[in-house]
């Protein structure tokens, strides 16, 4: 059932010196569609996206999922280094180097975040590996039957052309010509394809992703996945509900054969069991079991 949110309640706006009739307008859109993204700071505009949509609705979602995958090349990556969970899940920046952070869809330098998807291949594409490549794949589950995830959209029009995902967003309706505004605006830059060596495209919907997130209440975004065409969603999820309510229950290791306008993806192991801890779900141990001969026959194909 969705509910309607308003920005700028709820503490989702640090900024409360500005007043409610201080909208955005298709002025401000041109305004940030000139902005220097590359030389702007995420909190600069961040600070611009609260400053204009106070009152801005949007809708908002209980949803409680099972079999949310992640991915990973694990290409030069140790054994040792895959003998728990903590390999699948999202990356604790402040055990890893600066040299490897970097900007993405909702997280900004150093922010831990976990992305992941309820398709295989959404997963898979956005990853992108290269031939010969290793990767690890992980499907995470809810701790508990009865959890429920409090989630924003970002990207609406685009996730109501698969009804069949997004049944709920189907009759959606915007309440004013400027929520729909800022929704045409924020779809846009969640949909931005970036190649490597422009992250700096990211700030917009990172600012975006701050501003939904900075409410406690909410610990999800849900977003179509630009590498699947928009027709897969990807759901990222705060680092910390993954570590209080998610776990890893499988685990499965693909070597990838990428030739012309197709993945394939050959078995090389798989986790034959996950012993949980239950003090940190992400210190269970896996105990990987190589694929049979014949197992590896039974390849995953997916088509770019």
Same mark, same amino acid.
């Given at each position: 059932?969705?509910?309607?949110?308003?920005?700028?309640?709820?503490?989702?706006?640090?900024?409360?010196?500005?007043?409610n009739n201080n909208l955005m307008t298709?002025?401000?859109?041109?305004?940030?569609?000139?902005?220097?993204?590359?030389?702007?700071?995420?909190?600069?505009?961040?600070?611009?996206?609260?400053?204009?949509?106070?009152?801005?609705?949007?809708?908002?979602?209980?949803?409680?999922?099972?079999?949310?995958?992640?991915?990973?090349?694990?290409?030069?990556?140790?054994?040792?280094?895959?003998?728990?969970?903590?390999?699948?899940?999202?990356?604790?920046?402040?055990?890893?180097?600066?040299?490897?952070?970097?900007?993405?869809?909702?997280?900004?330098?150093?922010?831990?975040?976990?992305?992941?998807?309820?398709?295989?291949?959404?997963?898979?594409?956005?990853?992108?590996?290269?031939?010969?490549?290793?990767?690890?794949?992980?499907?995470?589950?809810?701790?508990?039957?009865?959890?429920?995830?409090?989630?924003?959209?970002?990207?609406?029009?685009?996730?109501?052309?698969?009804?069949?995902?997004?049944?709920?967003?189907?009759?959606?309706?915007?309440?004013?010509?400027?929520? *729909?505004?800022?929704?045409?605006? /924020?779809?846009? =830059?969640?949909?931005? &394809?970036?190649?490597?060596? %422009?992250?700096?495209?990211? !700030?917009?919907?990172?600012?975006?992703?701050?501003?939904?997130?900075?409410?406690?209440?909410?610990?999800?975004?849900?977003?179509?996945?630009?590498?699947?065409?928009?027709?897969?969603?990807?759901?990222?999820?705060?680092?910390?509900?993954?570590?209080?309510?998610?776990?890893?229950?499988?685990?499965?290791?693909?070597?990838?054969?990428?030739?012309?306008?197709?993945?394939?993806?050959?078995?090389? *192991?798989?986790?034959?069991?996950? /012993?949980?801890? =239950?003090?940190?779900? &992400?210190?269970?141990?896996? %105990?990987?079991?190589?694929? !049979?001969?014949?197992?590896?026959?039974?390849?995953?194909?997916?088509?770019?």
């Open positions: 059932m969705l509910i309607t949110d308003k920005i700028g309640y709820s503490n989702l706006n640090p900024y409360p010196s500005v007043t298709r002025k401000l859109k041109d305004k940030l569609a000139n902005l220097d993204f590359r030389h702007s700071s995420v909190e600069e505009i961040e600070k611009i996206f609260s400053n204009e949509i106070l009152g801005h609705t949007r809708p908002t979602i209980n949803i409680s999922p099972d079999g949310l995958f992640r991915a990973r090349i694990i290409t030069n990556t140790k054994e040792d280094d895959l003998q728990t969970t903590k390999s699948i899940w999202y990356p604790n920046f402040r055990e890893i180097d600066q040299k490897y952070h970097q900007l993405n869809r909702c997280s900004d330098i150093g922010q831990n975040f976990f992305y992941s998807s309820n398709y295989l291949e959404a997963v898979i594409k956005e990853l992108n590996p290269k031939n010969g490549d290793l990767i690890i794949i992980g499907i995470f589950h809810k701790k508990f039957p009865e959890t429920k995830i409090r989630s924003q959209y970002a990207g609406i029009e685009a996730l109501k052309t698969n009804p069949k995902e997004n049944s709920e967003l189907k009759g959606y309706k915007y309440i004013s010509e400027s929520d *729909k505004i800022i929704e045409e605006y /924020v779809s846009s =830059k969640f949909q931005d &394809k970036v190649a490597e060596g %422009e992250e700096y495209k990211y !700030k917009p919907s990172i600012a975006f992703s701050n501003i939904l997130l900075k409410n406690e209440c909410i610990d999800c975004l849900i977003y179509p996945s630009v590498a699947s065409d928009l027709k897969s969603v990807n759901y990222g999820i705060k680092a910390n509900f993954v570590d209080k309510f998610l776990y890893c229950q499988s685990t499965y290791i693909y070597t990838i054969k990428k030739s012309g306008n197709e993945f394939e993806l050959i078995p090389n *192991k798989y986790g034959k069991r996950i /012993v949980f801890d =239950k003090k940190d779900a &992400k210190n269970s141990i896996i %105990e990987w079991k190589e694929n !049979k001969a014949s197992e590896k026959q039974q390849t995953i194909k997916y088509c770019l």
